[in-house]
């Protein structure tokens, strides 16, 4: 399983495409995912954080992740947000000015982490690392960023492995979203089209356990919606 990922090419179309949406971003998702974001982001945040964590929100885009940590679990975290475009940071501070957490802004990639190893309880990728130039890159840096027994949670679009159902997302991703995006924020949703050019690219459900497994010493993969929509958590 050599280059998966976006490569830098798509990915570079990809970053065009989420800094044109940012108005729309959180609208559309809401409604492409038939409202089941928030529930599988909860999921999976209950048994990867625990006060007093040190969390980097990876691909945390307006801190979706980290809001939920506040809210479900606990205040008593610090967070780092890290994102690739600096314009999705500039929103933390005026969305997270009612919270007491310590929290810091980073901007990069996931393959190249700017912080020492061994810093976090807790890796958060909330619909994010598939849009990794390389995945492979990207989880051999989480893991070392990680302390040990540290968690890297994801949340994520899955590829089923039958090809029944796997079909029936793909079709969903290639026609219905498109129309979803658009009822939800009119032509500014359109751009969404592109997330099925990220399915693509995304390894089968197996194929990212066995990749996480490569890496990680143990993997938790929950499935939902068919195998459409996945729940990971990966131990160091």
């Not at 006060?51 to 506040?70: C, F, R, W």
Request: aromatic fraction near 14%.
């Amino acid at each position: 399983m050599k280059n998966i990922g976006l490569g830098n090419s798509y990915w570079n179309e990809v970053i065009k495409v989420l800094r044109n949406i940012i108005p729309v971003y959180d609208k559309v998702n809401s409604a492409i995912s038939l409202g089941k974001d928030n529930q599988f982001r909860k999921e999976g945040i209950r048994k990867s954080v625990f006060p007093g964590n040190h969390i980097l929100d990876a691909g945390s885009g307006y801190g979706n992740m980290s809001k939920l940590v506040l809210d479900i679990v606990s205040d008593d975290v610090t967070i780092n947000f890290y994102d690739p475009l600096p314009e999705m940071l500039a929103e933390i501070k005026n969305r997270f000015k009612n919270y007491n957490s310590s929290y810091f802004l980073c901007s990069g990639i996931f393959e190249k982490i700017p912080y020492k190893s061994n810093s976090f309880d807790a890796v958060l990728c909330g619909y994010s690392i598939r849009d990794s130039i390389a995945l492979d890159e990207s989880f051999v840096e989480i893991h070392r960023v990680l302390k040990k027994n540290g968690r890297l949670l994801i949340v994520d679009l899955g590829k089923p492995d039958n090809f029944l159902a796997r079909f029936l997302v793909s079709f969903y991703l290639k026609y219905f979203l498109v129309i979803m995006a658009f009822l939800a924020a009119g032509r500014k949703g359109l751009p969404f089209r592109t997330l099925y050019g990220t399915f693509l690219r995304w390894p089968r459900n197996k194929d990212l356990n066995e990749l996480l497994s490569n890496t990680f010493s143990k993997v938790e993969f929950n499935k939902k919606l068919m195998g459409g929509a996945i729940i990971v958590i990966a131990y160091k």
